[in-house]
T-cell receptor, first 113, second 114 residues
C-alpha cells in the first residue's frame, strides 16, 4: 500500500543552521505531497504542498520539491529559528478514490539559541 | 471563524467506561475525519465521513463508533474504553474533493485510559 518514510528524529540544530528533513514515499500512481507542522500542544497545520512532479512548495522560508524520479519530498530551510521547533509530518494524498492522507511518523526539530 | 474545535481537551477514563468526543467545524466542509496519534506511529485514520449522515471505517476502527447527524459535527464514541486507546485524538475537516485537498485540524483531545 501507499506509505511515507521520514528520517528519525529528533533533529537538533543551532539557530541559523541549515535544515533538511528527508521524506520518501511509495505510491501506486501520482500523489499530491504535503508537509504539516505541529507546534507543542497544538493540532497539525499545513506548511506547504506540491501536487505534481517538479513542483516546489514553499512557505515561511521552508521549501520542498516533488521529485518523482527519486520519490522524495525533502523539507529544507536555509536558516532555522527557535520558533521553528516543532514536529514535522510528511504526507501523501492519492488523487483518486477517497483521497486519504497517509502520514509519515513525524520528525521532531529542536532549535537552540 | 473558530475553525475546527474539539471537546474535551483532556480526559481520564477507567477501563470499561464510555465517552464521546465532539468535533465541530464552522467552515461548511463536507469531509470530516478522526485520527489517533501515537508515539512513533504518526497519525492513523479511525473513521471518516464524506457528508452529513455518512460514515466509513479507516485504518484502525475497532473499538470506536462515529456519527455525523449534522454537517458541522462529527462524534467519536468509545463504548468500553481500553488502555490501548490511550492516545491523542485529532479531528480534521476539508472541503469536498473538487474544492481542495487541505485538511484543517483541531487542537486535539488527550485521552488516558487507566
Amino acid at each position: 500500500g501507499d506509505s511515507v518514510t521520514q528520517m528519525e528524529g529528533p533533529v537538533t540544530l543551532s539557530e541559523e543552521a541549515f535544515l533538511t528533513i528527508n521524506c520518501t514515499y511509495t505510491a501506486t500512481g501520482y500523489p499530491s505531497l504535503f508537509w504539516y507542522v505541529q507546534y507543542p500542544g497544538e493540532g497539525l497545520q499545513l506548511l506547504l504542498k506540491a501536487t505534481k512532479a517538479d513542483d516546489k512548495g514553499s512557505n515561511k522560508g521552508f521549501e520542498a520539491t516533488y521529485r518523482k524520479e527519486t520519490t522524495s519530498f525533502h523539507l529544507e530551510k536555509g536558516s532555522v529559528q527557535v520558533s521553528d521547533s516543532a514536529v514535522y509530518f510528511c504526507a501523501l494524498l492519492m488523487n483518486t478514490g477517497f483521497q486519504k492522507l497517509v502520514f509519515g511518523t513525524g520528525t521532531r526539530l529542536l532549535v537552540s539559541p | 471563524n473558530a475553525g475546527v474545535t474539539q471537546t474535551p481537551k483532556f480526559r481520564v477514563l477507567k477501563t470499561g467506561q464510555s465517552m464521546t468526543l465532539l468535533c465541530a467545524q464552522d467552515m461548511n466542509h463536507e469531509y470530516m475525519y478522526w485520527y489517533r496519534q501515537d508515539p512513533g506511529m504518526g497519525l492513523r485514520l479511525i473513521h471518516y465521513s464524506v457528508g452529513e449522515g455518512t460514515t466509513a471505517k479507516g485504518e484502525v476502527p475497532d473499538g470506536y463508533n462515529v456519527s455525523r447527524l449534522k454537517k458541522q459535527n462529527f462524534l467519536l464514541g468509545l463504548e468500553s474504553a481500553a488502555p490501548s486507546q490511550t492516545s491523542v485524538y485529532f479531528c480534521a475537516s476539508r472541503p469536498s474533493a473538487s474544492r481542495g485537498y487541505e485538511q484543517y485540524f483541531g487542537p486535539g483531545t488527550r485521552l488516558t485510559v487507566t
